[in-house]
């Protein structure tokens, strides 16, 4: 099947400092890409939808200055999450979508912890 | 989005048969019925999905009610590595710029050696 890698697997960095998560699928073109953030013991919330080269959407409650997704390209998304603070450490995990084909592959997970 | 409801959580000894149901009574004709599962630290991963037919691949086998508004996602011999998260998922083919996932809490699944 196909593979979508996040760089970094894990990051820990101090209350105040941004961090840029990077979204990449291997040996597909993606049309679209999904962010979701996910709290320990609870499920996955989607956090914005984007595509190539637009601006992406962002759910109801997400700040969309806060985090920052950029999707450059068919195969490279990249989320940042600025100014981070304790309350933003959680495990973000990206998704990509080949459009027709309705199964969506889904990122490894970056684990963000903020001191 | 249609809404599905699943067990909290269940458990199964090894190598023995799971069957994990789900209900989506609100389920409309054009939504595609979806399985997904998370194991332990990781992203969810693609298990099975199917319309009205029952389906099979080598991962898992989907059984959908005649009235589509249950289905049993099935695990023919469960092993460690199927301990996860099961998430049913509801996804309408009609809108076809609408592919967003929206996940519920799934059935945490725990296996039994």
């Known amino acids: 099947g196909a593979v979508v890698s996040q760089h970094p697997s894990r990051v820990i960095c101090k209350s105040g400092t941004s961090v840029k998560i990077e979204c990449r699928s291997l040996d597909f073109q993606a049309t679209t890409m999904f962010w979701y953030r996910q709290f320990p013991k609870q499920s996955l919330m989607l956090m914005a939808t984007?595509?190539?080269?637009?601006?992406?959407?962002?759910e109801q409650g997400v700040e969309k200055d806060k985090f920052l997704i950029n999707h450059a390209s068919l195969t490279l998304s990249t989320l940042t999450v600025t100014s981070a603070h304790p309350e933003d450490s959680s495990f973000y995990i990206c998704?990509?979508?080949?459009?027709?084909?309705?199964?969506?592959?889904f990122g490894p997970g970056t684990r963000l912890t903020v001191l | 989005d249609a809404k599905t409801t699943q067990p909290n959580s269940m458990e199964s000894n090894e190598e023995e048969p799971v069957h994990l149901p789900c209900n989506h009574s609100t389920i409309s004709g054009t939504d595609y019925i979806h399985w997904y599962r998370q194991l332990p630290s990781q992203g969810p991963e693609y298990v099975i999905h199917?319309?009205?037919s029952n389906v099979n691949n080598r991962m898992a086998s989907l059984a959908i009610a005649e009235d589509r508004k249950s289905s049993t996602l099935i695990l023919h011999r469960a092993t460690l590595r199927d301990a996860a998260v099961y998430y049913c998922i509801l996804r309408d083919s009609m809108n076809f710029g609408n592919e967003k996932l929206t996940f519920g809490t799934g059935t945490r699944l725990t296996i039994i050696p």
């Open positions: 998704s990509a979508s080949q459009g027709v084909v309705l199964e969506q592959f």
């Open positions: 199917g319309l009205t």
């Open positions: 984007s595509n190539e080269g637009s601006k992406a959407t962002y």
